[in-house]
Nanobody, 123 residues
Framework: QVELVESGGGLVQAGDSLRLSCAAS????????MGWFRQAPGTERELAAA????????YYADSVKGRFTISRNNAKRTGYLQMNSLKPDDTAVYYC????????????????WGRGTQVTVSS
């Protein structure tokens, strides 16, 4: 069992940066893939970035590539999403998720979810 709690969201202006954190409970977190999903009003929840348990494999959606950086510290059971050059289109609720596999981009394979943190980017 893994419990996830996100933090770090907020209201910022276009061009600003934010760093989201995901604190995990459970000893098995270090063997789970971790992803950051986001969902804007009226849209499907989409995967923004994912990192394998070892950190060797990383995925970014085209919309965030070059601006967002995903990372994790297994010793601290914490994951991060550094978001730079934020745009109004990045406005969404951001969810941390984890799944009992080395690496995947399929939403169905993420078994554990946080409650989300709101990110709002004003123009």
């Amino acid at each position: 069992q893994v419990e996830l709690v996100e933090s770090g969201g907020g209201l910022v202006q276009a061009g600003d940066s934010l760093r989201l954190s995901c604190a995990a409970s459970g000893r098995t977190f270090s063997r789970y893939v971790m992803g950051w999903f986001r969902q804007a009003p009226g849209t499907e929840r989409e995967l923004a970035a994912a990192v394998s348990w070892s950190g060797d494999s990383i995925y970014y959606a085209d919309s965030v590539k070059g601006r967002f950086t995903i990372s994790r510290n297994n010793a601290k059971r914490t994951g991060y999403l550094q978001m730079n050059s934020l745009k109004p289109d990045d406005t969404a609720v951001y969810y941390c998720a984890a799944g009992p596999t080395q690496f995947t981009t399929a939403r169905a394979n993420y078994n554990y979810w946080g409650r989300g943190t709101q990110v709002t980017v004003s123009s």
